[in-house]
């Protein structure tokens, strides 16, 4: 069965750097045809779909988080990772690793169980 765990620091100073990264065991980032994506959720609101790596290395970004958000991954490790840059107030909220079959609104199949950030001085 196919897991996703999230880790990474629960609290981020603002205008520093968020980096939080997803491990996944028992299956593979490099498998043909899937997207890996970070979602988040702030509080009181809907999902978020922030990013997304493809099993080849494509990036692909929300337009609304402009130039913020990074995505890499180590194959090796089996990991990719979330880079959220001068981050604020506003990017508290719980993120999510997932695996679907595209990016935004498209389907996914397996989710980690989700980290907790909150942004404070």
């Known amino acids: 069965q196919l897991q996703l765990q999230e880790s990474g620091p629960g609290l981020v100073k603002p205008s520093q750097t968020l980096s939080l990264t997803c491990t996944v065991s028992?299956?593979?980032?490099?498998?043909?045809?899937?997207?890996w994506s970070w979602i988040r959720q702030p509080p009181g609101k809907g999902l978020e779909w922030m990013g997304a790596?493809?099993?080849?290395?494509?990036?692909y970004y929300s337009p609304s988080l402009k130039s913020r958000p990074s995505i890499s991954r180590d194959t090796s490790e089996n990991q990719f990772t979330l880079q959220l840059s001068s981050v604020t107030p506003e990017d508290i909220a719980v993120y999510y690793c997932a695996r679907g079959s595209g990016m935004g609104d498209a389907e996914y199949d397996h989710w980690g169980q989700g980290t907790q950030v909150t942004v404070s001085s």
């Open positions: 790596i493809t099993y080849s290395g494509n990036t």
């Open positions: 028992d299956g593979s980032i490099t498998t043909y045809y899937y997207y």
